[in-house]
């Protein structure tokens, strides 16, 4: 990592539970393979929960946005939500040193979770548009996911793939159990 980073916190509470106050904001960081990422990030601490007021990070065209909480106390409550807009996957792959992949295309996706940490809930829909991998059009790429009393379940995945005489479709469904390792 690398880059200005500017950090004002605010520290309160009492010794035994004391609370801060952080906003961290980086205009231009480098991190790993990725160059020219911004980052501004407004978070809480308490013994109570950890607080994400609000996360914004970008790099080249992609946007991603996170809020939430997560308590640390009695049921240990999350409430979390994230964005991600624009990512382009070969861009990505380049950042990662795998620019030999040839792929490319934009994701986007959207993140809910809910519950309690012992008994998370969460929600996945994922977009990727203009897909094309190996000198192959791919099409368009959509998934919908959720996580309920540790049930993961794919609800539906679409590919569409454009063709001659008319676009070919997949599409998938199915389920795993987290703990009885079972489809």
């Not at 106390?73 to 994230?82: D, K, M």
């Not at 959207?110 to 977009?127: C, D, F, I, K, M």
């Amino acid at each position: 990592v690398a880059g200005e980073l500017r950090l004002d916190a605010g520290l309160g509470g009492a010794v035994t539970a004391p609370s801060v106050d952080a906003t961290v904001s980086a205009p231009v960081l480098a991190v790993g393979g990725l160059s020219g990422v911004s980052l501004d990030v407004n978070a809480q601490y308490s013994p109570a929960a950890v607080t994400l007021r609000q996360l914004n990070a970008a790099w080249q065209d992609a946007r991603l946005q996170a809020s939430g909480r997560v308590g640390l106390q009695g049921r240990q409550p999350v409430a979390l939500a994230a964005t991600l807009e624009r990512a382009n996957i070969a861009a990505l792959l380049a950042a990662l040193g795998k620019a030999d992949i040839p792929a490319e295309g934009t994701v986007a996706l959207r993140a809910n979770a809910s519950g309690t940490l012992a008994n998370p809930r969460a929600e996945l829909a994922v977009q990727a548009a203009d897909l094309a991998a190996y000198g192959e059009t791919v099409g368009m790429l959509t998934v919908g996911a959720e996580l309920v009393d540790r049930n993961l379940r794919l609800k539906a995945l679409r590919l569409s793939k454009p063709q001659p005489d008319g676009d070919g479709s997949l599409t998938a469904r199915g389920s795993y159990h987290l703990d009885r390792h079972t489809i």
